[in-house]
């Protein structure tokens, strides 16, 4: 029943809550000050050790406890005084979690940023885009990283927005129904820099929707990211060959020697569907739980930070895979010959210029096609005609992609001032 191994990610945070704790406690006049501080001071030295608890403890709460018995006598046990593991491990997987979202986000917006600077660079850059696996339409790499940005922007907005969730204390809560201890839980909210309390206390200690919400925009983030990585893998294939990576992000294979697999997308594709398990297990294990803790929640937990781990690393990876991405112009301008990718603009045309329905316009197109013909205009044209809103036209792109960056450095900002405002809090606690 030991969560001690998963408990090595909460060891810091743990530490935070039990020093807010005993500050608290000592607020309220409930131990003595010279105990109190003698606590907090074998508490600040703990977190300067490494974890390293021996197996008979069932979790990093009692190995703590017990260390500070061991170290300062009978009077290390003041700290179990409304304190309930319930309210602690809650407390200290906000911590944590609020962290990891800031990671997170800091990776999208580096993500963003590569994304934006390559649209620019490659708003001329055509590509055939696919529907149905299948030559579709004429646009550009720069048009595909505006999609990439626009979906790791609305992950971004989610992101901040289940901070929010994730950012409130529970501390004091007891282990459902609160404490006889007249604990100010504000004041422990603030020294945590929590922005409030979680405030019903079996809802504090026994839920897990914070975690829940954080895990499944991530892995639905992911799921749509991986989308993309299987374009770049098709635009890779030899037999396509529109796009070059740079050779850290492929392999060749130990007896084939002409082989460039693409290494980086698949690792991450694969680790993708684990984080797809992963938020498979937490809802699986939460859902026959009563509204109160139970320890099924405690094996909920590692999965949450795999999924978390997972989201950081890969994007991090695709990020520095867009920075080395080119476009094969020769090889896409061969297949623009080839299929009929702007047969739609040419019937759209048709039916406005012979002022005929455009369903006349797609069978006479449909037949050119049928006899071999190849009806067009020239991908380049079709592309800088269109003023349509979020098309590839390259002026649209650039323009929208130098407005996103200038909005992508203020939310870069927000996040900094997020991560200082936690950093100077933590550093606080833990005496500077
Ligand atoms: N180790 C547990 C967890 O990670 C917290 C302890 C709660 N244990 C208990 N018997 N109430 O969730």
């Given at each position: 029943i030991s969560s001690l191994i998963d408990d090595s990610e909460i060891y810091r945070e743990t530490i935070l809550t039990l020093i807010a704790h005993v500050n608290e406690l000592n607020k309220v006049g409930a131990l003595p000050s010279n105990d109190a501080e003698a606590i907090i001071n074998t508490l600040r030295s703990l977190a300067k050790e490494p974890y390293k608890p021996s197996d008979e403890y069932e979790d990093v709460h009692e190995y703590i406890e017990a260390m500070l018995i061991q170290r300062l006598g009978n009077s290390g046990g003041w700290i179990g005084l409304g304190r309930s593991r319930n309210d602690h491990v809650a407390t200290a997987l906000r911590l944590r979690l609020r962290r990891l979202i800031i990671e997170i986000a800091s990776s999208i917006i580096e993500l963003r940023r590569v994304a934006l600077n390559k649209a620019i660079e490659t708003a001329d850059a055509v590509i055939i885009g696919t529907t149905h696996r299948q030559p579709a339409q004429a646009t550009t790499l720069g048009h595909y990283m505006l999609y990439l940005d626009e979906l790791s922007r609305d992950f971004l907005t989610n992101l901040l927005s289940i901070y929010e969730t994730v950012n409130k204390s529970p501390l004091?809560?007891?282990?459902?129904?609160?404490?006889?201890?007249?604990?100010?839980r504000v004041r422990e909210a603030e020294e945590l820099t929590f922005n409030g309390i979680v405030e019903n206390t079996a809802y504090a200690t026994g839920s897990r929707y914070f975690m829940l919400a954080a895990a499944s925009i991530t892995v639905s983030y992911l799921v749509e990211l991986g989308r993309f990585i299987n374009n770049i893998e098709m635009w890779l294939m030899p037999q396509l060959n529109y796009v070059t990576l740079e050779p850290s992000h492929l392999a060749t294979s130990s007896i084939m020697p002409h082989k460039r697999n693409p290494a980086t997308l698949e690792v991450f594709r694969a680790r993708i569907g684990e984080a797809v398990g992963h938020l498979t297990s937490m809802y699986s294990i939460e859902?026959?739980?009563?509204?109160g803790y139970q320890l099924d929640l405690q094996e909920e937990t590692r999965h949450a930070w795999l999924i978390m781990r997972i989201a950081i690393d890969g994007v991090g990876i695709i990020a520095d895979l867009l920075r080395g991405i080119k476009v094969n112009e020769e090889r896409v301008k061969e297949d623009l010959a080839k299929y009929p990718v702007t047969a739609a603009e040419y019937a759209e045309l048709m039916s406005m210029s012979r002022g005929i329905p455009f369903r006349d316009a797609h069978r006479e197109v449909a037949v050119m096609i049928k006899e071999g013909k190849n009806p067009g205009i020239n991908p380049v044209e079709a592309i800088r005609g269109k003023e349509v809103?979020?098309?590839?036209?390259p002026s649209i792109v650039i323009e929208s992609a130098k407005a996103r960056l200038i909005e992508l450095s203020s939310i870069e900002t927000r996040v900094k001032e997020l991560e200082v405002r936690v950093n100077k809090a933590e550093a606080e606690l833990m005496g500077g």
């Open positions: 004091g809560s007891g282990p459902l129904a609160g404490t006889m201890v007249k604990l100010n859902r026959p739980v009563e509204a809103l979020g098309s590839p036209n």
